[in-house]
């Protein structure tokens, strides 16, 4: 009887498990392979950072993705970690679980034909949207330029370090212009720094703790 009661536990233990990794964005082939769980107020990605084959992003005579993307993600994390916000900071491959509020990886677009993508968000879920409507209209403040769609490509809707943030807010994927469009990349070259300030305060807002941040007026 003993032995059939724990067992019964055992089961609806991992059914527990398992319902609250696949509804937070962690795919049920990899509940087998758990990890410790890395756990902060925010999830900073840098995208392609830490590659030198591969996906290392996109270029242009402005710049490269890859070297962008840390600038930002540093800045938005020193805002943050100095105003007392807990702050994962990861590189691209960064294979662990993290459970944060709000995760956001950093990029930036560019196609072949100049100008003809822009500023754009990726994420997975529904739940997300709300996020990712309140990012547009704070970068449209800012971002004079073109937007895409939500998620309108393979990659922003199955963006692969989904799997790997646990949140309780949104996982989003920011791609911040495109760095192939002379217009776009100029302004982004000249505010990388700033960028990072428009980040951090935008994750300080998603967690009600916008106050101890300075509020961006314009760059």
């Keep these: ?3 059939r009661i724990l067992s019964l536990f055992l089961l609806s233990f991992l059914a527990l498990i398992s319902y609250i990794f ?10 087998g392979k758990l990890r410790p769980i890395d756990r902060a107020e925010i999830y900073i990605q840098a995208g392609h950072e830490g ?12 710049g ?3 070297d962008w993307t840390p600038v930002v993600a540093d800045e938005a994390t020193r805002i943050l970690r100095e105003a007392g916000i ?14 944060v509020d709000l995760a956001l990886s950093i990029h930036f677009d560019g196609c072949e034909e100049g100008c003809a ?10 739940t997300d949207q709300p996020a990712a409507k309140a990012w547009k209209e704070f970068y449209s403040d800012f971002f004079k330029f073109k937007w ?5 490509t393979e990659n922003l809707r199955r963006y692969y370090n989904f799997k790997y943030t646990i949140t309780s807010d949104a996982e989003l994927v920011l791609e911040l212009g495109d760095l192939t469009c002379p217009e776009q990349a100029i302004w982004l070259k000249d ?9 951090a305060y935008f994750a300080a807002q998603r967690i009600g703790k916008e106050s101890l941040i300075t509020k961006p007026n314009s760059l």
């Design 64 to 66: 490269r993705e890859i």
């Design 191 to 199: 505010n990388l720094p700033e960028l990072g300030h428009l980040v």
């Design 117 to 126: 993508t822009g500023a754009s968000i990726g994420y997975d879920d529904p």
């Design 51 to 62: 590659r030198t084959s591969g996906a290392t992003g996109t270029q242009s005579q402005y």
């Design 86 to 99: 807990s702050v994962i900071r990861s590189k691209a491959d960064h294979r662990r679980f993290s459970k």
């Design 22 to 31: 696949i509804h937070h964005g962690v795919r049920a082939s990899l509940i």
């Design 1 to 3: 009887m003993q032995k």
């Design 148 to 152: 895409q769609p939500d998620n309108f």
